[in-house]
C-alpha cells in the first residue's frame, strides 16, 4: 500500500507538471524553430535566442562571446522584460568582463552551468570549444532560484543557440573566404594590369604616374604620392601625388631622410610602416584616418617610398598588407628598370655625344690627323690635313701616304714600326711634300692605337712648322738688330746701320726716309743701291705713309714702272713708318724681287721699323743733349760777357764822375755830369732788361707766364714804345716812321705786348745799320697786325726757322750782344695772347716781323 501510495503520489506530482513539461517542450521546440529560421548572421542567432529566453524563463538575459585572444567577455545581445529592468542592467549589459576570473572562468572551464542567487551563468559551447555564455537573471515576483528542470531546459536552449552561432560562424567565414578570394582575383587581376602598365613605363615619371594613377584603385585608396630618392642620399624627391592640394604636392615636393616622418623612417628602416591613426600625406582637403607607408627596394638598395593615404579606419590585414607590398615591390622593380634605363640612355647619349664630340674635334683640328697603318697605308684623313698637304681624303684613303718624299720613305716606315711597338715619336721634324709639289716643314707625333679588333695602327698628329721657324728666325733677326741698333748713339751711323739691317736677308734694297723741317721728304740712308740712287717705291709713297702714319705694301708690279727697273721688273716693296712717342720721324722701305710680302714680313717690318725708330730718336736726343749742353756753355759764355759789360760801363762811368768831381770840386761842369749820368742810366736799363729776359726764361720754362687782359688801344701803345726809342734812334741816326690804323682796340696784356713791342724796336735799331725803321698797324677783320721792317743786315734763309728758338741766334755774338731770348720770349708772350709772330728777311736787304693778334 505503501508502494503503492507512494507512486499514486508521483503520478499526481508528474501529473501536476505535465503542464510545465509540455510548456518546456514547445518551447524548446520553438526554439528549434525559431533558431532554424533565423538568419545565419552570429548577430541575429544571438538576438533569438535572448529573445526566447525573455520573459519566459527569467527578467533578463545577456550573451557574451569570447573575444579572439580569449582572454574577454564582450556583451554582443541583450534582453530585458520591462523596460526599467533593461535600464537597471545595462552597465552590465555593456561592460567587458574577464574570462579567466569569477563564475565566468569556471563556467567555461568546467562547461557547467553556475547559480548564485536569482543568476544563472550557462555556457555556450560548439563542437568542444566555448564560445562565450548565457546570463540569466530573475527579478520578483519569479522564485529567486532556478530549478534543475529550468536550468536543463536553458542550458538546452543555450547548447542549441551554440550550435546556430557556430553554423552562423561557419558561414560567415565561408562568406568571408569567398569575398576574400573574390578580392584577391580582383586584385591579382587589377596587380596584373598594373604589372604589365609598368612593365612598359621607360622613365621614373611614368613608372610614378601608372603606380599612382592604377595603384589608388587596385588598392581602394584615397590620395597617394611616390618619393624617388635622390642621387646624394640625403632626400627623397617626389614624383607624382595624387588626390593632393597643390600646396600640399609642393610643401611634399622634399623630403629629408633625416627627419621624423614616415617617409623618412620607411627610407631609414626600409621596411613599411602603417598607420593606423595619422595622415601620412597631410595634404587632402580632408585628413586620411590611416595611410601605407611602403618602402620601394631593389636589390637591397632603397629607390623610393610609396605612400597610400585611405578614407576609411584600416586595420591592413596580413592579406592587404601582403598585397600592398607586392604592389610596392612590382614599382620598386619597375622604378630600377627605368632608371637602369635612364642611365643605359644617358650613357647611349653621352657615347654618341662623346662620339660627335670627337669626330668634330677631327673635323675641327688646326691640326692634320691621320691614322695610318703601319705599311703607311692611310684609313683617316681630317679637313687640316686637306688644307696642310693639298690632298683630298677621297684621294688618299686606302693609299699610301703621298706626302712623304721617296727619299725619306724608309725612315719614315721604319718610324711606324717603332710607333707600333709602343714607342710614342715626340714632334719629329719632317720635310713633307704638298700636293702641288711645294714643300712645307712639319712637326709630327705618332702613337699606338688598339682598335676592337685588327692589328694595331698608328695615329699621326702633323703641325705646320714652316710659320714656326719664320718666327724664331724673325725673332733672331730681330735680337741681332736691336744689338747693332744699340750700338751707336751717333745720328748718321745709326742711320746707315738701320738701312744696311734687312739686305740681304729680307730685302735686296732698303732706304731711310726722314722728313725735314719744311716737310718734305728726303732720303738719308740706303743699301743694296748706289748712293745717288732712291730705292722703290718712291718719294710719293714714303710721303704718303708719313703723312697717314699707315704702312703700304705692293707686289708684281709691271715691267714699264721705273721703281722696279733695277729689280727686273717686277718687285714687291714694303713702306712702313718710322714712329716713335706719337710722332712719325720718317719711314723705311723694303725691296725684293724673289716673292711677295706677305703678313708676316709685314709685321717684321714693322718691328724692326718700331726698333729702329726708336734707335734714331735715342741718337737724335743724344744730339740734342750735346746741342743743349753746347748751348749752356754758349749761354753762359754770353750771360757773364753781356751781364759784366754794363757793369764794366757803369763802374767807369762812376769812376770818371767821382774823378772829376775829385778834380774840379764845386766847378764841376753840371753838362758833363748829366751827359755821365745819362750813361749810368742807360746801362742800368741794360743791365734791367738781361734780368728781365733771364727772369722770364724761367717763368716760360716752368709754365708760369701769367696774362692780364685789359681793354687796350694799341696805336697808343705802339707810340708810347716808339716815344721811348726816340732818343736812342736819333743818337744812332736811324729814322723812325710809324703808320697806324686809328683805334685798334682789344684784349690784351698792356705790359707784355709792351715787352714784345720794345725787344721788336730794339732789334730794328741793333741790325738796321742806320737805314730807316718803318713800324705800321692794321686792322684785317678781328685781327690786329703790327709789322716792324727795317733795311738792316738781314738773316740767311737757313736761319729763318731756328731764329724764334731759345738762344739761337742768326749773328755772331762778338758783333751783337745778347742772350738770344728776347725773339723766343717774344714767341711765347704771342702765342699764349692766340697769335703769332713771323719774320721775313733777305740776306743784306733786311727783315720784316709780323705780329698778329686777335681782338677778342
Given at each position: ?320 598588407r601582403a598585397f600592398l607590398q607586392l604592389v610596392a615591390h612590382h614599382a620598386a622593380q619597375a622604378l ?84 707600333t711597338r709602343g714607342t710614342v715619336l715626340d714632334g719629329a721634324p719632317l720635310a713633307a711634300r704638298r ?385 738770344g731770348l728776347g725773339l723766343w720770349i717774344a714767341r711765347q708772350i704771342v702765342e699764349a695772347m692766340g ?22
Open positions: 500500500m505503501t508502494m503503492v501510495a507512494t507512486r499514486l503520489g508521483e503520478a499526481r506530482q508528474y501529473g501536476a507538471r505535465l503542464a510545465e513539461i509540455e510548456e518546456r517542450l514547445a518551447l524548446l521546440a520553438e526554439a528549434s524553430r525559431v533558431l532554424a529560421d533565423a538568419s545565419l548572421e552570429p548577430p541575429a542567432v544571438m538576438e533569438r535566442l535572448c529573445g526566447l529566453v525573455v520573459p519566459l524563463l527569467g527578467s533578463a538575459c545577456a550573451l557574451r562571446l569570447l573575444s579572439e585572444d580569449g582572454l574577454w567577455l564582450r556583451t554582443v545581445a541583450s534582453a530585458a522584460a520591462v523596460p526599467e529592468a533593461r535600464v537597471r542592467l545595462q552597465a552590465l549589459f555593456t561592460q567587458r568582463i574577464r574570462a579567466d576570473e569569477g563564475v565566468a572562468a569556471e563556467v567555461l572551464d568546467t562547461g557547467e552551468a553556475q547559480g548564485v542567487e536569482a543568476v544563472l551563468v550557462l555556457p555556450l559551447r560548439a563542437r568542444g570549444r566555448p564560445l562565450g555564455t548565457l546570463t540569466v537573471w530573475r527579478e520578483a515576483p519569479e522564485p529567486a532560484s532556478f530549478d534543475p528542470g529550468e536550468q536543463l531546459l536553458l542550458q538546452e536552449l543555450a547548447d542549441r543557440a551554440a550550435l546556430a552561432l557556430d553554423v552562423a560562424r561557419a558561414y560567415a567565414s565561408e562568406r568571408q573566404a569567398r569575398q576574400a578570394a573574390e578580392v584577391a582575383a580582383g586584385r591579382l587581376a587589377r596587380l596584373q594590369h598594373v604589372t604589365a602598365e609598368l612593365s612598359e613605363a621607360l622613365t621614373a615619371a611614368r613608372v610614378a604616374e601608372v603606380v599612382l594613377e592604377q595603384g589608388l584603385a587596385v588598392a581602394d585608396a584615397k590620395a597617394g604620392a611616390l618619393w624617388g630618392v635622390a642621387p646624394d642620399a640625403t632626400s627623397a624627391t617626389l614624383l607624382r601625388c595624387a588626390g593632393c592640394t597643390p600646396d600640399a604636392a609642393e610643401r611634399l615636393k622634399r623630403m629629408p631622410l633625416e627627419g621624423d616622418s614616415p617617409v623618412a623612417r620607411v627610407l631609414r628602416a626600409s621596411r613599411p610602416v602603417w598607420l593606423m591613426a595619422e595622415d601620412a600625406l597631410s595634404g587632402s582637403e580632408r585628413p586620411a584616418p590611416s595611410s601605407a607607408c611602403l618602402p620601394l627596394v631593389a636589390d637591397g638598395r632603397a629607390l623610393g617610398v610609396l605612400v597610400f593615404t585611405f578614407g576609411l579606419p584600416h586595420g591592413f590585414d596580413d592579406d592587404e630600377a628598370r627605368a632608371r637602369l634605363l635612364e642611365r643605359e640612355q644617358r650613357a647611349r647619349a653621352a657615347l654618341r655625344e662623346a662620339h660627335g664630340t670627337l669626330e668634330a674635334i677631327i673635323q675641327a683640328s688646326p691640326t692634320a690627323i691621320m691614322l695610318l697603318d703601319p705599311d703607311g697605308t692611310v684609313r683617316l684623313w681630317n679637313p687640316a690635313a686637306e688644307r696642310m698637304l693639298g690632298w683630298t681624303a677621297e684621294e688618299v684613303l686606302g693609299k699610301v701616304l703621298p706626302a712623304v718624299p721617296a727619299e725619306h720613305w724608309e725612315a719614315f716606315r721604319h718610324g711606324l714600326e717603332r710607333a700636293r702641288d709639289g711645294g714643300a712645307v716643314q712639319v712637326a709630327m707625333w705618332t702613337g699606338r692605337v688598339h682598335p676592337a679588333s685588327g692589328p694595331p695602327q698608328c695615329l699621326s698628329v702633323m703641325v705646320d712648322i714652316t710659320e714656326r721657324q719664320r718666327g724664331e728666325a724673325a725673332q733672331r733677326f730681330l735680337a741681332e738688330a736691336g744689338g747693332v741698333l744699340a750700338g751707336s748713339l751717333e745720328e748718321e751711323e745709326t742711320l746707315e746701320r738701320v738701312a744696311h739691317l734687312a739686305v740681304p736677308q729680307y730685302a735686296e734694297a732698303c732706304g731711310v726716309f726722314l722728313e725735314d723741317e719744311s716737310g718734305g721728304v728726303r732720303c738719308v740712308a740706303t743699301a743694296g743701291v748706289e748712293p745717288a740712287e732712291v730705292p722703290p717705291p718712291g718719294l710719293a709713297v714714303v710721303a704718303r705713309v708719313i703723312q697717314s702714319g699707315r704702312p703700304e705694301s705692293r707686289s708684281g708690279l709691271s715691267q714699264g714702272d721705273p721703281a722696279c727697273a733695277r729689280a727686273g721688273g717686277t718687285c714687291a716693296y714694303l713702306c712702313v713708318p718710322l714712329r716713335v712717342r706719337g710722332h712719325t720721324l720718317g719711314a723705311l722701305t723694303f725691296v725684293t724681287s724673289k716673292g711677295a710680302y706677305d703678313a708676316q714680313d709685314l709685321a717684321l717690318a714693322q718691328e724692326l721699323a718700331r726698333r729702329a725708330a726708336l734707335a734714331l730718336d735715342n741718337a737724335s736726343l743724344y744730339r740734342d743733349a750735346r746741342q743743349a749742353i753746347r748751348l749752356r756753355e754758349e749761354f753762359l759764355s754770353i750771360a757773364s760777357h753781356e751781364l759784366k759789360t754794363p757793369i764794366s760801363a757803369l763802374q767807369l762811368q762812376v769812376q770818371s764822375l767821382l774823378a772829376g768831381l775829385a778834380r774840379s770840386g764845386a766847378t764841376f761842369d753840371p753838362e758833363r755830369l748829366k751827359r755821365g749820368l745819362e750813361r749810368v742810366d742807360r746801362q742800368v736799363k741794360r743791365q734791367t732788361l738781361l734780368v728781365n729776359d733771364l727772369l722770364d726764361v724761367s717763368r716760360l720754362s716752368a709754365g708760369k707766364l701769367e696774362l692780364v687782359r685789359e681793354p687796350l688801344e694799341l696805336g697808343a701803345l705802339v707810340r708810347e714804345v716808339a716815344e721811348r726809342f726816340e732818343q736812342e734812334y736819333a743818337r744812332s741816326g736811324t729814322p723812325l716812321e710809324l703808320s697806324l690804323a686809328p683805334a685798334v682796340t682789344g684784349q690784351w696784356d698792356r705790359l707784355r705786348l709792351d715787352q714784345v713791342f720794345t725787344n721788336l724796336f730794339s732789334n730794328a735799331l741793333k741790325y738796321g745799320r742806320g737805314n730807316p725803321v718803318h713800324v705800321s698797324l692794321e686792322v684785317e677783320g678781328d685781327r690786329a697786325r703790327l709789322r716792324v721792317k727795317d733795311g738792316g743786315i738781314g738773316i740767311a734763309k737757313e736761319h729763318l726757322p731756328r731764329l724764334f728758338h731759345r738762344f739761337e741766334r742768326a749773328v755772331s755774338e762778338r758783333n751783337y750782344g745778347g742772350f697769335g703769332h709772330i713771323e719774320v721775313d728777311s733777305v740776306l743784306g736787304e733786311g727783315s720784316t716781323f709780323t705780329v698778329e693778334l686777335p681782338r677778342g
